[in-house]
T-cell receptor, first 109, second 115 residues
């Protein structure tokens, strides 16, 4: 079966930078997604990578290495509102999303 | 903009009771999905639909049924609720043209407790 691995929880300081890693199985890959989910709310789309490299979108960037089955989400200039869970998801060979369990990011003042 | 709307938001059931969760989207999306989210686990796909009148099983379909009689609505039914179905249920939709990009638009979730 498919496996998406990401850390369960991370802590960072307001104003700092944090990198959230995600590894996935490389067979039948069609893209890698990051979603943000605040507690008690719905996931919302952050980024999509299908080619190797870095995609930058404001304070958030997402990186993909297809050969390594590896992605990361980089959050800069952290704000308290960035406290949320970050979900990594792979689009598999059937164009279905396989989700990781999410990384809970705690921002401290 | 309403986007994706789920009803009810909260529900408590007794084991063996039945209920239906309603999902409505006003974005004219072709694809609709029902997921469940449990602590420590990723979102798991229950059923999905690629268009009006079509449904398909996802990863965890047992104990659930769905219908897509109208393009804008996707119903999730529990015929005989079990405690293992206690979860938060999310409906999502996506436009067919962007299916390969996988971007989903989610409803706010429905928290179901089965006693």
């Amino acid at each position: 079966g498919q496996n998406i691995d990401q850390p369960t929880e991370m802590t960072a300081t307001e104003g700092a930078i944090v990198q959230i890693n995600c590894t996935y199985q490389t067979s039948g890959f069609n893209g890698l997604f990051w979603y943000q989910q605040h507690a008690g709310e719905a996931p919302t789309f952050l980024s999509y990578n299908v080619l190797d490299g870095l995609e930058e979108k404001g304070r958030f960037s997402s990186f993909l290495s297809r050969s390594k089955g590896y992605s990361y989400l980089l959050l800069k200039e952290l704000q308290m509102k960035d406290s949320a869970s970050y979900l990594c998801a792979e689009l598999d060979s059937n164009y279905q999303l396989i989700w990781g369990a999410g990384t809970k990011l705690i921002i401290k003042p | 903009n309403a986007g994706v709307t789920q009803t009810p938001k909260f529900r408590v059931l007794k084991t063996g009771q039945s209920m239906t969760l309603l999902c409505a989207q006003d974005m004219n999306h072709e694809y609709m999905y029902w997921y469940r989210q449990d602590p420590g686990m990723g979102l798991r796909l229950i059923h999905y639909s690629v268009g009006e009148g079509t449904t398909a099983k996802g990863e965890v379909p047992d104990g659930y049924n769905v219908s897509r009689l109208k393009k804008q609505n996707f119903l999730l039914g529990l015929e005989s609720a079990a405690p293992s179905q206690t979860s938060v249920y999310f409906c999502a939709s996506s436009p067919a043209g962007d299916r390969v990009t996988g971007e989903l638009f989610f409803g706010e979730g429905s928290r179901l407790t089965v006693l």
